[in-house]
């Protein structure tokens, strides 16, 4: 059985702009963060590890589309 984890999401908002989301995927189908994540750090360090995930998720994950019915 593969194990799911969460990961950064780069969306497409039906606006056109892209933004960060956390994404979890359950059995129903993925869920994830209604607004967009900030980057934050107590230290310098962690916000660059934060950085380096972002990158390497979109990078491994692509973009997907934010619904255009924002309640989901």
Known sequence: MTEKHWHFQLMRHPDGELAIHEMYPLDDGPAWTQDPISVT???VEDVKWMLRAML??????????YPEDENQ
Do not use: F, Q
């Open 41 to 43: 750090g107590s230290t």
């Open 56 to 65: 390497n998720d979109i990078d491994r994950h692509g973009i997907v589309d």
